[in-house]
């Protein structure tokens, strides 16, 4: 049976490391344990230092012979008067930040040239147990659950999503763009995504990425009830986000076989593209596993832009699929509105560099916030669905399609018709109603809401003329 490491055994060792800022070697810190931990032996030593460097309390530098340990930076020593956790009163970028977030802020603005650079830490992800591990605490689930539930248990996966679809639409495609650069107003978003109608002056790439967006988050609304943290899912997510925006097309969909760098970082992704495809399917398998949504969201927040999978995009794939498990459990969409570009940035590097998720956790906390003021407010507007439009939601969909592409004549024969089709029995004659004032009730903006193109349409009401 192995030994129980003690607190204080562990922290003699990272004492007698911090008195040599420069590095000691592992033969030197045995001659200066001795005296005081004559039991260890080199192994026993090594398996103590890897501890204490899995927890960043110490570092290492070069490698081999040449290997030696050093003090972590002093995270303790950055000066900041915020309390640990919750929303404070001094901001950061306009959002507030804890204490630790604050200090992992500082360190990542400092210059590069005094960044350590840093390859991809495997155990930062191997060391996640689902369950057992959580990035965010309990009490913080338990704020979120209170407010980002909504009392919609009983629903099919993705039903409130689908009530806000338009907005979120929109929303989700302008902000989370924004943070990649983009140029859209919100304006023209929604102009863009309601009626097809592409900003002047703009890039046609910036266009493309909105009009990606778009058709990612219809994909992951729709297909609510088969989405999930799994390959599929998420090859395809990366498909439609990158679509016609990559220099070689067949790296859409599909895992990156080349070296990446990230900008304005020392942090350097994993290159073999094995090692990179096996931490992709655990990263997936370890999500899946998560019990808790707010949870299972943050995760992929944190894990997927660090693995770097793809050969770009990757940030846009992890706030789309931070939403899966919160469209799944019809929990308030997580849209990043109004969130500072720097300071999600900074969250990002400090998870590339330090592997901390702090900071990042203060913009995900307060942008979700952000997020369910909005659309909690939207919601308190809104009529109580209707129960048979919920059940016969799919066969609804079927039939707008059926006659908007097969440009038929809206008629009381015709609705009767394709009625009886879809929804034979006592059901039948409401869902004759229902389908004809969703037919009446179709226009430029709400054709998402049953997957059909804009340009169908726009043809099928030209052949009405």
């Known amino acids: 049976m192995s030994r129980i490491v003690s607190t204080e055994e562990l922290d003699l060792?990272?004492?007698?490391?911090?008195?040599?800022?420069?590095?000691?070697?592992?033969?030197?810190?045995?001659?200066?344990?001795?005296?005081?931990?004559?039991?260890?032996?080199?192994?026993?030593?090594?398996r103590r230092l890897k501890k204490l460097r899995d927890e960043r309390r110490i570092i290492t530098e070069g490698e081999s012979i040449a290997?030696?340990?050093?003090?972590?930076?002093?995270?303790a020593g950055i000066e900041s008067t915020q309390p640990s956790l919750g929303r404070n009163p001094e901001l950061s970028d306009s959002i507030p930040v804890s204490k630790e977030g604050a200090i992992i802020r500082d360190l990542i603005r400092q210059p590069l040239p005094q960044r350590k650079p840093i390859g991809y830490q495997r155990s930062f992800l191997e060391d996640y147990e689902p369950g057992a591990s959580f990035y965010l605490p309990k009490s913080l689930r338990k704020?979120?659950?209170?407010?980002?539930?909504?009392?919609?248990?009983?629903?099919?996966?993705g039903t409130y999503a689908r009530e806000i679809l338009h907005r979120l639409l929109i929303d989700l495609s302008w902000s989370s763009s924004r943070l990649e650069g983009n140029t859209y107003s919100r304006l023209d978003t929604e102009r863009l995504i309601a009626f097809g109608q592409a900003a002047e002056g703009k890039d046609l790439q910036e266009t493309q990425m909105i009009l990606n967006h778009k058709a990612a988050i219809e994909m992951l609304v729709e297909e609510a009830d088969q989405v999930g943290f799994n390959m599929f899912t998420f090859l395809n997510l990366h498909a439609i986000l990158s679509e016609n925006l990559l220099p070689d097309d067949n790296a859409s969909g599909r895992l990156r076989r080349r070296p990446v760098d990230?900008?304005?970082?020392?942090?350097?992704?994993?290159?073999?593209?094995?090692?990179?495809?096996?931490c992709f399917r655990l990263l997936l398998l370890k999500a899946s596993a998560i019990p808790d949504p707010f949870e299972q969201s943050f995760f992929i927040m944190v894990q997927l832009p660090y693995l770097q999978p793809f050969e770009d995009v990757n940030k846009r794939v992890s706030r789309l699929g931070a939403n899966i498990s919160l469209i799944r459990n019809n929990l308030c969409p997580l849209s990043f509105i109004d969130v500072p570009e720097q300071a999600y940035i900074d969250g990002t590097l400090g998870v590339y560099e330090f592997n901390q998720v702090d900071l990042l956790r203060d913009v995900f906390v307060w942008a979700y916030e952000r997020s369910c003021q909005r659309y909690l407010a939207i919601t308190q507007t809104m009529a109580d669905p209707?129960?048979?439009?919920?059940?016969?939601?799919?066969?609804?969909?079927?039939?707008?399609?059926?006659?908007?592409?097969?440009?038929?004549?809206?008629?009381?024969?015709?609705?009767?018709?394709?009625?009886?089709?879809?929804v034979p029995g006592d059901d039948g004659e409401a869902f004759a109603k229902m389908l004809m004032d969703a037919l009446n009730r179709l226009h430029e903006g709400n054709v998402a809401r049953y997957r059909l193109k804009l340009s169908e349409f726009q043809e099928w009401k030209q052949s009405m003329k």
């Open 67 to 75: 290997l030696v340990y050093k003090p972590a930076p002093d995270l």
């Open 262 to 278: 990230i900008f304005g970082s020392v942090f350097h992704p994993l290159l073999m593209p094995q090692a990179l495809e096996e």
């Open 386 to 422: 209707d129960p048979l439009r919920i059940r016969y939601r799919e066969q609804l969909t079927d039939g707008v399609q059926a006659i908007v592409r097969g440009r038929k004549t809206v008629s009381t024969d015709t609705v009767k018709e394709m009625a009886d089709e879809l």
């Open 13 to 46: 060792i990272e004492q007698v490391i911090s008195e040599h800022p420069e590095g000691i070697g592992v033969s030197a810190l045995e001659r200066a344990l001795a005296g005081h931990l004559p039991h260890i032996n080199r192994r026993t030593l090594q």
């Open 143 to 157: 704020e979120l659950h209170e407010i980002g539930g909504l009392q919609t248990e009983n629903r099919p996966a």
